[in-house]
């Protein structure tokens, strides 16, 4: 009754527009006072260690990281490259949007990020070159999900700090699901432009793309940074982190891109976007720990064995109750909620808990282009100027290739762990 309780409160706080902290923190600290045994001192501690946590330091930086590149207009060097090479092919465009939004996901780790850089540098080109502006904030929408799928992923950070994984480990675990990912897009254009023969560009000469490849190497540079220093072992998540935030800093001084403003205007965004952030994280490790104390993932263990005792259709439930949550609470939140609770369960059914992890993220990834939350369908509302709606029309024919993704990551679990065992994290 207490859990259900606790739940129903949630709910009831985030059904009228209470933010997400509040919302977890008030049923949690009505449950600590009314609580025989349990102190203010137990939770300071459990809230305070949600934050004290060195890996979840990587997440401001990537994020600072990501607005450095964007401000400084680093993305630019990304896309001139993308255009000398693809924009022959008929849709063109398309391509160099998912390929420049895969250029910049390397180093900013947010749909959201990325949104905001291509919503403003790509969408007016697409729609100046004659592409319909519901497939072009569509596009855009949907290739910004590459960003927290491959490293360096805040959501993988999350979810790592918040199950007990590898950061690194969860880092590779999206690499070959955004490669699907990447196709089933690409597949996609092909196919909704494959008779529009004007969206064809000139073709680049040698010279022109060796030029704008030589100018793209400097700022791809970055991933090389980060995951050389993962994969080799010679730095931590975190500690790369910081590498390429100072990699990327001074790249923009030498491109002479980064002023002062510039500077203090990352930071500030940065700042703004990390408090929210480790805020949430702090007030559901709380969350989490009264779950815990409530023997809450044991009781859902029970209840969906109630249910079944077939992998295939716990897997199923699942996939719907996140594309559900993921609509209606923003996908960090949904992590630090979720996760505890159902990620045990999972074990319990035999799912490897990598395996689990690439599908809570692109579940709850999918959210972020869903109303009502939908973060990236305002990012882009406010960054190119058309109506939500616009953007929902424009989104959807580009979630049925998603949720083939979503489908091939759920019932194919090497694609997913595939990668990570190579490596030797599984």
Excluded at 107 to 130: E, F, L, N, W
Excluded at 170 to 193: D, N, Q, R, S
Excluded at 370 to 377: A, C, I, K, N, S
């Amino acid at each position: 009754m207490t859990l259900v309780l606790m739940v129903i409160g949630v709910l009831l706080l985030l059904a009228i527009r209470v933010p997400v902290a509040i919302a977890l923190l008030l049923p949690s600290m009505i449950y600590i006072g009314t609580t025989p045994g349990v102190t203010m001192d137990v939770a300071m501690q459990q809230t305070i260690s949600g934050v004290n946590s060195f890996p979840i330091l990587a997440v401001p930086l990537f994020i600072l990281l990501g607005n450095v590149a964007n401000d400084s207009g680093i993305t630019d060097r990304m896309y001139n490259a993308a255009v000398a090479f693809l924009g022959h092919f008929r849709g063109s465009l398309g391509y160099v949007n998912i390929a420049t939004s895969f250029g910049f996901s390397w180093m900013s780790g947010a749909a959201i990020a990325d949104a905001a850089a291509m919503g403003r540098m790509q969408v007016p080109q697409m729609v100046k070159r004659g592409y319909p502006a519901g497939f072009s904030v569509g596009l855009t929408g949907a290739s910004s999900l590459i960003a927290p799928i491959i490293p360096p992923s805040i959501a993988a950070i999350v979810y790592a700090v918040t199950a007990g994984l590898s950061v690194g480990g969860l880092f590779m675990v999206g690499l070959v699901p955004a490669a699907v990912l990447i196709l089933a897009l690409c597949v996609t254009v092909w196919w909704m432009l494959r008779k529009r023969d004007d969206l064809r560009g000139a073709r680049a000469s040698w010279g022109e793309r060796g030029r704008a490849l030589l100018a793209a190497i400097p700022p791809a540079g970055a991933a090389i940074v980060i995951l050389g220093g993962i994969l080799l072992g010679i730095a931590t998540p975190t500690e790369a982190a910081a590498i390429g935030v100072v990699y990327v800093i001074i790249l923009a001084i030498v491109y002479r891109k980064l002023t002062l403003q510039k500077l203090v205007s990352s930071l500030v965004q940065t700042a703004q976007t990390s408090g929210s952030v480790l805020l949430i994280v702090a007030t559901a490790a709380l969350f989490g720990w009264v779950l815990a104390r409530e023997r809450a993932p044991q009781a859902a263990a029970d209840a969906l064995i109630s249910i079944t005792t077939y992998t295939v259709v716990f897997l199923i439930i699942v996939n719907v109750l996140l594309l559900i949550v993921g609509a209606l609470l923003e996908s960090t939140s949904a992590i630090l909620i979720l996760v505890p609770v159902l990620a045990p369960v999972a074990e319990t059914f035999g799912v490897h808990p990598y395996h689990f992890a690439a599908i809570v993220i692109f579940n709850l990834l999918l959210g972020l282009l869903t109303p009502p939350v939908g973060m990236v369908l305002f990012v882009l509302s406010s960054t190119t100027g058309y109506k939500v709606s616009t953007i929902i029309r424009g989104v959807l024919p580009f979630f049925i290739p998603m949720l083939i993704v979503l489908l091939i990551i759920t019932f194919f679990p090497v694609v997913s762990t595939g990668l990570p065992a190579l490596l030797g994290y599984v």
